[in-house]
């Protein structure tokens, strides 16, 4: 399926200017309000968040630099055990240092809250110690060889500090940055898919969100003839301008949009590479009640967000097992980026995500995302199939 790039277009119109066409067109209102969260920060605020977006987007590209660094060159030494006992790297940390460092030396006049994955307590024991020297020269390596900010040098405290401004619960009140460091993190110790996610969250709504992808080919991921040499993609949108998505190395960016098809027989499907982090059978059975024929396509991370925006896949399905409790930093920056590409992002009943009650989404089940002509029977099929599930467990 080829990806379906629009012109680009070198400056952004605010969002006062645009009409309401597709994603915002009456006739979706009218039909589904599943949208209305992230539109009415448009129409509420006059605020056109481009700095804030030229913020994030230098955030994300100079982590991601650290991320690559890393990962070429992984050492079993790098990969550590968190409480809960998944991996973590010390490109986590690093990555989540850089953006709360960038963000604040490029918007140093408003107050800074980031909701974030991290915290520095295993790099403050006296075992953490050499991690958190390995850190801050991966961190001060990096800033050394970027565009703005070689002049920089961070001791240990700064970096501790710049980890530990991920503290903030967010919520409905104020501005909040969201940020996933390494969404992905098993399929970054294995060499494949990740993303660094950062998003914005105002009065609790989605304004902008950045997925940096180093390891995402530039051409689409459904087109096996496709020559996938050229890896490396920045994914930005911000509410009302639509999404766009250029190579990491900072060449003109092309507006994206979601898959126009609506016979389901057509569509390909995303979903989670781990079987722990998504129900596969439950997402079997939806697809094939639909008439999906495709294979699934399983990737790790929000970079399943970003293919799916440029139409290399039309339907992205997740259903974590039960107790399970989403957070937002593992959606916030996707969701938007899709939503603007003209996509639809719901939970399992068809509501919209909420990211305005803290830390974590409480959902109805799971997430589905797709285009706005296959939503009505997605959701009809992923129904039938929760009460098919729920009958048979019984």
């Not at 974030?116 to 850190?135: K, N």
């Not at 919520?171 to 494949?192: A, E, N, Y």
């Not at 992808?213 to 050229?230: F, Y």
Request: glycine fraction near 6%; aromatic fraction near 6%; include cysteine.
């Amino acid at each position: 399926m080829a990806i379906n790039y629009l012109r680009a277009v070198p400056k952004i119109p605010h969002p006062s200017n645009l009409k309401l066409t597709g994603l915002h067109s009456f006739s979706f209102f009218k039909t589904r309000r599943v949208s209305l969260p992230i539109r009415a920060a448009a129409t509420s605020s006059s605020m056109s968040y481009e700095k804030e977006l030229a913020a994030a987007k230098k955030a994300a590209s100079v982590a991601a630099r650290l991320c690559q660094k890393v990962q070429q060159a992984l050492l079993q030494s790098d990969v550590h055990s968190k409480s809960d006992k998944s991996p973590v790297t010390v490109a986590d940390y690093g990555s989540q240092a850089l953006v709360s460092f960038v963000l604040e030396r490029e918007l140093p006049t408003e107050s800074f809250s980031l909701v974030a994955e991290e915290d520095s307590s295993d790099l403050r024991i006296d075992s953490g110690r050499e991690t958190l020297e390995r850190i801050t020269k991966l961190v001060n390596d990096t800033l050394a060889n970027s565009d703005y900010y070689s002049d920089s040098n961070l001791t240990n405290e700064d970096v501790l500090r710049a980890i530990d401004n991920g503290k903030s619960e967010g919520g409905s009140c104020g501005r909040h940055w969201v940020l996933d460091p390494i969404d992905g993190t098993k399929g970054f110790l294995r060499g494949d898919q990740y993303a660094i996610a950062l998003a914005l969250l105002d009065e609790g709504r989605v304004v902008l969100g950045v997925l940096a992808c180093p390891n995402l080919p530039l051409t689409s991921i459904s087109n096996q003839h496709s020559s996938h040499d050229k890896v490396g993609c920045l994914f930005f949108a911000k509410v009302g301008a639509g999404t766009y998505m250029q190579p990491l190395d900072g060449s003109s960016p092309l507006k994206v949009h979601v898959s126009a098809t609506e016979n389901p027989e057509d569509a390909s499907f995303f979903e989670s590479y781990e079987a722990a982090h998504s129900m596969h059978d439950l997402s079997s059975t939806i697809a094939k009640k639909l008439g999906v024929k495709a294979p699934p396509v399983r990737i790790d991370s929000q970079a399943k967000y970003g293919a799916l925006s440029r139409g290399d896949g039309a339907i992205y399905l997740r259903f974590p097992h039960k107790g399970y409790r989403e957070k937002i930093w593992d959606h916030a920056a996707g969701c938007i980026v899709v939503i603007e590409a003209g996509g639809v992002v719901t939970d399992a009943a068809g509501n919209p995500l909420d990211f305005s009650k803290g830390r974590y989404l409480d959902l109805e089940t799971g997430i589905i995302v797709t285009n706005q002509k296959l939503m009505p029977s997605l959701l009809k099929a992923v129904k039938e199939s929760l009460e098919e599930e729920k009958v048979s467990s019984l």
